[in-house]
C-alpha cells in the first residue's frame, strides 16, 4: 500500500460514520426516516472509496482502515456531537493509528 491511501481511508471514513450516524439518528434521536436515504447512499460511497485502495488483499486493506476510522470516529464525537475525547480516548486512537500505519507501511516479501 503507498500513501496515496490515505486519502481514502480519509474519505472512506466520513462516508461510513456519516452513513451510520444517519441511522444513529432516526433510531436513537428521533430523526425522521428520510435520514436513512442519505445514510444509505453514504455506505455505498463507504464501501465504494474502500475498493479504490491499492493492495493486494482485502483484508489487509480493511485492517489498515480500522485506526483510520477509529480516529475519525473521535473527530467525529468532538466535532458533530460535541463530546471531546479524554486522555483515554487519545491513548487508544493512538495506538490503533500506530497499528494502522505498521500495516500500511510495514515492509512485505515480494
Not at 41 to 48: D, G, M, Q, T
Not at 75 to 90: Q, T
Amino acid at each position: 500500500m503507498h500513501l496515496t491511501a490515505l486519502p481514502y481511508y480519509i474519505a472512506a471514513a466520513i462516508a461510513e460514520i456519516g452513513g451510520c450516524f444517519a441511522f444513529w439518528a432516526w433510531l436513537r434521536l428521533g430523526k425522521p426516516v428520510l435520514w436513512v436515504i442519505p445514510g444509505v447512499l453514504a455506505l455505498i460511497a463507504f464501501a465504494w472509496l474502500l475498493t479504490r485502495v491499492d493492495a493486494q488483499f482485502a483484508g489487509r486493506a480493511y485492517a489498515a482502515y480500522g485506526g483510520i476510522y477509529i480516529l475519525a470516529s473521535m473527530g467525529w464525537m468532538w466535532l458533530v456531537e460535541g463530546a471531546k475525547p479524554d486522555r483515554w480516548d487519545g491513548f487508544g486512537v493512538m495506538l490503533c493509528v500506530i497499528g494502522a500505519l505498521v500495516i500500511l507501511f510495514g515492509p512485505r516479501a515480494g
